[in-house]
């Protein structure tokens, strides 16, 4: 069975400071896909990554895919408090197309 | 362009009962997957269907769920009779052809009493 363990669970930081958040598992993935969650609605692709050792940008978030496609980190600069939300990571293992392996998730409080 | 429309978006029922949700994807998307968050654990993957046939159906419970898209449109999930475990929030969610285009729903709160 394919896991994604993501850590920490939860952060709480003041704004402007950086964050990291980390996913990882013991198996290979053909890509992997970071999302943002906000209460009441269902995640939003932010990224996928898909080469071993890729660097994505967007903005302020920079994340990056493990040489080995087993583990990946999502990187926010000078955090702002609307990047509060849960930020999940899901790869695409095993089955059909499609079949997303989620993380339990880290939620993200940003305080002013 | 419309998102994945699902409904309700919170349903009360108590076990034994049966409840129907329903999740109307992207127009001209082919691909429509169910997901499943319980409570303290991770978002799961139920089924997934390419226009009306299910191309992989692993991640279905047991046999109280059975998941339908007739004319492979828009899909609804049955549960029948729901119990205590059942509890959760679930989603739809589309994709035209391929892993990128993977748009959610807001999903919808189960809750078995």
């Known amino acids: 069975t394919q896991l994604l363990e993501q850590s920490p669970q939860f952060l709480s930081i003041q704004e402007g400071e950086n964050l990291t958040v980390y996913c990882n598992s013991s198996?290979?993935?053909?890509?992997l896909q970071w999302y943002r969650q906000e209460p009441g609605e269902g995640p939003v692709l932010l990224v996928t990554v898909v080469t071993g050792g890729e660097v994505k940008k967007l903005k302020r978030l920079t994340f990056q895919f493990g040489d080995a496609r087993k583990d990946s980190s999502l990187h926010i600069t000078a955090a702002q408090t609307g990047d509060t939300g849960l930020y999940l990571c899901a790869g695409v293992g095993g089955g059909s197309q499609g079949n997303l392996i989620f993380g339990k998730g880290t939620k993200l409080s940003v305080k002013p | 362009e419309a998102g994945v429309t699902q409904f309700p978006s919170h349903s009360v029922i108590e076990k034994g009962q049966t409840v129907t949700l329903r999740c109307d994807p992207i127009s001209g998307h082919d691909n429509l997957y169910w997901y499943r968050r319980v409570m303290g654990k991770e978002i799961k993957f139920l089924l997934h269907f390419v226009k009306e046939s299910k191309q992989d159906e692993s991640g279905m419970p047991n046999n109280r769920f059975l998941a339908e898209r007739t004319g492979g449109t828009y899909s609804t999930l049955k549960v029948q009779p729901a119990e205590l475990e059942d509890s959760g929030v679930y989603f739809c969610?589309?994709?035209?052809?391929?892993?990128?285009?993977?748009?959610f729903g807001s999903g919808t709160r189960l809750t078995v009493v």
């Open positions: 969610a589309s994709s035209r052809q391929n892993i990128n285009g993977y748009t």
């Open positions: 198996s290979v993935f053909s890509s």
